[in-house]
Structure formats: C-alpha cells, structure tokens
C-alpha cells in the first residue's frame, strides 16, 4: 500500500524566510511519481512539479525547490525568500507508474502561513 | 481556456436526499478522477475514468456512491440517501493522457448534509 507523511500540519515564518515542507512517502513500487500541489483558500489544486522515481535531481524553478531523496524515501519542498502570496496548503502526492488508474495517494498536507 | 468546472460549487442537503454532482473536465482530456476531501485532510481518490469506462471504482466509500461518464467527457457523481459523513469537498481532476501526468483539478463542490 501506499501512504505518504507530511509531519508538518502547520508552519508559521515571516515574510522572506525559506521555509522547508517536508514529505516522506512508501510504496512498494520501483516505478513511481511524486507531485507537489498548492491549495491556496480558493480551494482548487495548483501542481506545482511531477517527479518520476528515477530522476534524483533536485529542480529550481524560481523561489521553488525540490530535493528528492530516493535513499530515505523523501520529497522535500523548499520555497526560498518566502512571500505572503505562498500561504496556503501544500500537499505532497504519490502514484505508482500503472497508468494512474489508482489515482494520487495525498499525504494530509502543511498549512503554511507566511507572515507580513 | 476553460479549465475544470464542477457545479453546483455548493451543496446542503438533507440527511437522507440523494445529490448528483457534475463535473466539465478540460477538452479533450481522457483521464477522469473524482477524490473526496474532508475537512483538514488531504484528497482521497474514489474513482478513475478512461473516456467512458469507469477502470477504478475501489474508493467509492459505499454502494450509495455512483459515478458514471456516459459520453466520455462530463461526468456525474451520484450519491443516495446522503449521511452526514458524506459531508466534505468532492473534487474532480482530469488529465491529458493515461500515463501519470499532471492532473487539473476543478474548485471543488462543498456537500453539506445537514
């Protein structure tokens, strides 16, 4: 079975701090995608990256990076020189590589507030 | 362009009605997934669309639950005699393609069963 942990329920930094969202994720599969979305209080999902398990790079993409670490099993999110824009939920997200017929496997999420 | 939409946005009902929710995925998208969310929990995945035929039903909570995608696009989730632990935030995502790419999640519905 799947399951993916995010210890964090809530993180509180001040506007311009990085901060770290921390992701750990079980599978069985040696074949897998990870994924990060945001859920800003509108509600709707906003994906953020999809990383396939065999692709250890890390990846930058603005004030957003990702560090995967297959050896402990982690996909960790950091947002770097936070903004008041980056609060709201982020989950991190798990499927196997069978087609995406079981759909994504969700961890419980972060609540991140960034303050002014 | 359009993205997902989901009506009715929001939704009470009473212990007991039956409620159908619809979803409009992006054009063309063959992948359709409905997930449920509870209040300060992450989505959990109830069924899966390929076109019209329903590959995955294994997160349907009970047999009160119905999904159905008739003509390959806009799909309906149908729930009977509602309980109060149905309330919660019913998503729909679609995809592109079959092979775990990204998923476009609609706004979400928000049931209440009152």
């Known amino acids: 079975a799947q399951k993916v942990t995010q210890a964090q329920t809530e993180i509180s930094v001040v506007e311009k701090e990085d901060v770290t969202l921390d992701c750990v994720y079980e599978?069985?599969?040696?074949?897998?995608?990870l994924f990060w979305y945001k859920q800003p209080p509108s509600g709707e999902l906003v994906f953020l990256i999809r990383r396939n398990s065999f692709d250890e790079q890390n990846e930058i993409s603005g004030r957003y990076s990702w560090n995967f670490q297959k050896s402990t099993s982690s996909f960790n999110f950091t947002i770097t020189a936070s903004q008041v824009v980056d609060s709201a939920v982020y989950f991190c997200?798990?499927?196997?590589?069978?087609?995406?017929?079981?759909?994504?496997?969700f961890g419980k999420g972060t609540h991140l507030i960034i303050q002014p | 362009g359009a993205g997902v939409s989901q009506s009715p946005r929001y939704k009470v009902a009473k212990r007991g009605q039956d409620v159908a929710l619809r979803c409009d995925p992006i054009?063309?998208?063959?992948?359709l997934f409905w997930y449920q969310q509870a209040l300060g929990q992450g989505p959990e995945f109830l069924t899966y669309?390929?076109?019209?035929?329903?590959?995955?039903k294994s997160g349907l909570p009970s047999d009160r639950f119905f999904a159905e995608r008739p003509e390959g696009s806009v799909s309906t989730l149908k729930i009977q005699r509602t309980q109060q632990e149905d309330s919660a935030v019913y998503l729909c995502a679609s995809s592109l393609v079959l092979v775990n790419n990204e998923q476009f999640f609609g706004p979400g519905t928000r049931l209440t069963v009152l």
């Open positions: 997200a798990l499927s196997d590589a069978g087609g995406g017929a079981d759909g994504l496997t």
């Open positions: 599978t069985r599969d040696t074949t897998y995608y």
């Open positions: 054009s063309g998208h063959v992948s």
């Open positions: 669309f390929q076109n019209e035929a329903q590959l995955d």
